[in-house]
């Protein structure tokens, strides 16, 4: 799996949870190739419950989330969206987003990666994103890459994985490459 494809991957949950304005779209299209997700497609959203705290500027799914947008699927336990405060509404979802919060057993799918981890956020200001826990695990056909916390640079595509501290992998990084798989999908 090549590192573009951490970025790839990455930028599948930012589309997924609702970042999908026209213009991160088109500042983000030449790293999403692999995914061929647009700003203009429709992002459906389902949980269990949604609240809406208007006063504290947050959404919150949760229960079984399942977010989807052509191609790639996010599923997790609990999605907090968190918006600024300026004048739109957080139960309409006028407002713009300032960072989501996405926890319990965090799983991404693209067409042909997926992702998953404990818990991810993701900062609009910043245009970082953070999958992280006990264990992520990329994969891309029969390629995988284990650590615990992964790190996207949205705007300059560069992703660093880091690896547990004080699980049984010695706090390293472990990566399995097959020969010649990228060939085989």
């Known amino acids: 799996m090549r590192i573009g ?5 990455a930028s599948g949950v930012l589309l997924l949870a609702g970042l999908s304005s026209a213009a991160f779209a088109q500042d ?9 997700l647009s700003g203009d497609k429709p992002i459906q959203i389902e949980s269990e419950r949604l609240e809406v705290r208007e006063s504290e ?16 699927l996010l ?23 300032d960072r989501l ?9 693209s ?5 998953t981890g404990d818990s991810a956020t993701f900062d609009m200001a910043t245009e970082v994103l953070v999958l992280s826990g006990k264990e992520v695990v990329l994969s891309e056909g029969e390629n995988v890459i284990v650590g615990c916390r992964l ?26 490459l097959t020969p010649g798989s990228q060939n085989r999908q």
């Open 5 to 9: 494809s951490f970025s790839r991957l």
């Open 101 to 109: 919060e996405v926890d319990g057993n965090v799983y991404v799918k």
């Open 111 to 115: 067409e042909n990666q997926v992702a």
């Open 28 to 36: 983000s299209q030449s790293r999403l190739t692999g995914l061929q």
């Open 75 to 97: 599923k997790a336990g609990r999605m907090k969206v968190y918006y600024l405060k300026d004048g739109g509404s957080a139960a309409t979802g006028s407002a713009n987003i």
């Open 151 to 176: 790190t996207v640079q949205m705007k300059n595509g560069q992703a660093k994985l880091d690896g547990c501290k004080g699980g049984s992998s010695g706090g390293r990084v472990k990566m399995l």
């Open 57 to 72: 500027n947050v959404a919150v799914f949760s229960g079984n989330v399942s977010v989807v947008q052509g191609p790639t």
